[in-house]
C-alpha cells in the first residue's frame, strides 16, 4: 500500500467536482489511504495532506495554510504510486498547488 504511514492509512482530504472526488478518493483507498470528507471527519481527525483539482477557491488555500498541510495537485498522487511511496510534497513544484492559481471565489 502506498499511502500509508507504518501501515497506518494517510488521512487525505479531497476537495473538487464530484467526479474528481469519487475517482481519485477511490485510487486513494485502494492505495491505502483513509479519505476525510468535507464539514465531517475534517473537523474531528488530522488531515495529512489536502488534494485539490488545479483552480482550488482562495478558501481552500487558506485552510491549508491554517491547517499547515501541503496543498497538493494529482501529479503527487501519480508520481507517488509509481514511486511507490509517499513523496514529499515539496520534492517538486508540481505536487503543490500554487497559490498564483487559486481562483477569489470561496468555496
Same mark, same amino acid.
Given at each position: 500500500?502506498?499511502?500509508?504511514?507504518?501501515?497506518?492509512? @494517510?488521512?487525505? /482530504?479531497?476537495?473538487?467536482?464530484?467526479? %474528481?472526488?469519487? *475517482?481519485?478518493?477511490? *485510487? *486513494?483507498?485502494?492505495?491505502?489511504?483513509k479519505? &476525510?470528507?468535507?464539514?465531517? !471527519?475534517?473537523?474531528?481527525? =488530522?488531515?495529512?495532506?489536502? @488534494?485539490?483539482?488545479?483552480?482550488?477557491?482562495?478558501? &481552500?488555500?487558506?485552510? /491549508?495554510?491554517?491547517?499547515?498541510?501541503?496543498?497538493?495537485? $494529482?501529479?503527487?498522487?501519480?508520481?507517488? @504510486?509509481?514511486?511507490?511511496? $509517499?513523496?514529499?510534497?515539496s520534492?517538486?513544484? !508540481? %505536487? $503543490?498547488? !500554487? =497559490?498564483? *492559481?487559486?481562483?477569489? /471565489?470561496d %468555496?
Amino acid at each position: 500500500m502506498t499511502f500509508t504511514e507504518n501501515e497506518t492509512p @494517510l488521512n487525505i /482530504s479531497i476537495y473538487g467536482r464530484e467526479n %474528481f472526488k469519487g *475517482l481519485w478518493g477511490k *485510487l *486513494l483507498r485502494s492505495a491505502g489511504a483513509k479519505i &476525510l470528507t468535507e464539514g465531517g !471527519d475534517c473537523e474531528t481527525i =488530522d488531515i495529512d495532506y489536502i @488534494l485539490s483539482e488545479e483552480e482550488p477557491p482562495s478558501s &481552500l488555500l487558506k485552510k /491549508s495554510e491554517e491547517l499547515n498541510k501541503p496543498l497538493c495537485s $494529482v501529479e503527487w498522487i501519480i508520481q507517488s @504510486l509509481i514511486h511507490r511511496k $509517499v513523496l514529499s510534497p515539496s520534492s517538486h513544484s !508540481d %505536487f $503543490v498547488i !500554487d =497559490d498564483s *492559481l487559486c481562483e477569489s /471565489s470561496d %468555496f
